[in-house]
């Protein structure tokens, strides 16, 4: 399995992004996939995981501003980020988790596999 996630760029505060994690090798809508990020000098963090069953969580730090969805189609998810922030400001990653529970799903630990990133750059 292979995840491409695409779409980061730099934006000013306030502005949009949407961000793009298309899977290779395996049905995406046969896995839960989420969202982290990681700031520099950071821990990486929980940002949202949407599950087979499309149910979606999210950070409370970005619930009301960020959206996943999914695209079977394209074997495609997608993460819209409204109202950006610079403490948004991050490598953004793409994760996959064949098994994924709620009690887990903000540990990097429950996901399988991992796409390469795409930065994130939000100005003030």
């Known amino acids: 399995v292979q995840l491409q996630a695409s779409g980061g760029g730099l934006v000013q505060a306030g502005g949009s992004l949407r961000l793009s994690c298309t899977a290779s090798?395996?049905?995406?809508?046969?896995?839960?996939v989420a969202w982290f990020r990681q700031a520099p000098g950071k821990e990486r963090e929980f940002v949202t995981a949407?599950?087979?069953?499309?149910?979606?969580y999210y950070a409370d730090s970005v619930k009301g501003r960020f959206t996943a969805s999914r695209d079977n189609a394209k074997n495609t998810v997608y993460l819209q980020m409204n109202s950006l922030k610079p403490e948004d400001t991050a490598v953004y990653y793409c994760?996959?988790?064949?098994?994924?529970?709620?009690?887990?799903?903000?540990?990097?630990?429950?996901?399988?596999?991992w796409g390469q990133g795409t930065l994130v750059t939000v100005s003030s």
């Open positions: 994760a996959t988790s064949a098994r994924l529970i709620l009690s887990s799903l903000r540990s990097v630990n429950a996901y399988d596999y």
């Open positions: 090798g395996r049905a995406v809508n046969r896995d839960s």
């Open positions: 949407i599950f087979r069953t499309t149910n979606t």
